[in-house]
């Protein structure tokens, strides 16, 4: 059995903010030279996510839309307890729920599993700092 | 180590439906001859979930209603930009997120190592052509 | 390929609750003796999850109330027709969607291979029962 393990590093410009890494990915599974197996991606943060969806810049404006409206930002305490602590972020790990943390997909013939539209994406809840995601390949 | 990997199609006659998979990823595993190792069940759509809940038909109808009010149907854009493009379904890629693309599951000694109730769903959100979904498995 | 299954069983003495499980985790990959690999930490019941997020009691707080809102408790049939049959926790049905069933985790030189705030819970939405969490870890 291989196994590989990759730390890719994301400093998006923005606090909310989705970003394509399927070609990342791609790479680092050609690079494992599993041919059958699964590979993990996930963000190591608790304000981010990896999610698979759409690359259409509409949707992921109605993304951020309705994770707003599901979990408005406010940086007083007076709606989220967290944000006593100093933090401003507590609206971002509701929003990290909705999306999940991870996504796991197969790898087959040496290739990401996918069917037509997929596509991988790094979601940022509370951003403009560096965060990672974890890429790890398990398989023959 | 061994792997096994299956497609399979649905065609569901509704917008939005679920339906009970378990017997097709049984027979799956069954057919693998994995004794110990982990299967991945996933929509290869991005308006569809694979998931694991109860088989109960209150409850479906429960998920929808509730589904509907989290993320409503509506094909305007004057809702969702993603309908912009000609499509009418960016409800379907919020349902989607909700109820989650794939679940993992672990197999032990030959079998789906379940709870008493998990039984395991393609959910459909935008219904009435072919989908699929991928079933891999990892293990010995 | 090593393969190592344990279930774990939590009795919550509330209906909603988080408890972190991660140094339970944290010594099953120990026995397991695997450097490098997957853990699959499921929940074993339909009206509770595994997921990862911060152990800070506020957000917890905020995580409660906010689930309480997407998805409140009606013991009644009225809201929820799941409650037809004799039950009263639709909404946890719904509750655990929105948290996940399951994580899979990255094990790296034999430990959970975590960003610097990840740790692991048991929610509980129906509890004040036992109930079962699978850990399930594959690799070499």
Known sequence: MKSHTVYLTFDLP???AFENITPQVEK???E????????LCNAMHIT???FINDDEPGL????KKWL???APFDASAARYRHNRTGEDNADA???RQVMGREVVV?????KLDFGPWEQIFYGEFDGRRDKRVLIKILGD
């Open 32 to 39: 494992s030279g599993v041919a059958e197996g699964l590979v």
């Open 60 to 63: 992921h404006e109605d993304y």
């Open 106 to 110: 197969a790898i087959t013939k040496g």
């Open 14 to 16: 923005a606090r909310m």
């Open 93 to 95: 790990h509701m929003k």
């Open 28 to 30: 680092i599974v050609r």
């Open 48 to 50: 981010a996510s990896v």
């Open 68 to 70: 707003e409206e599901l």
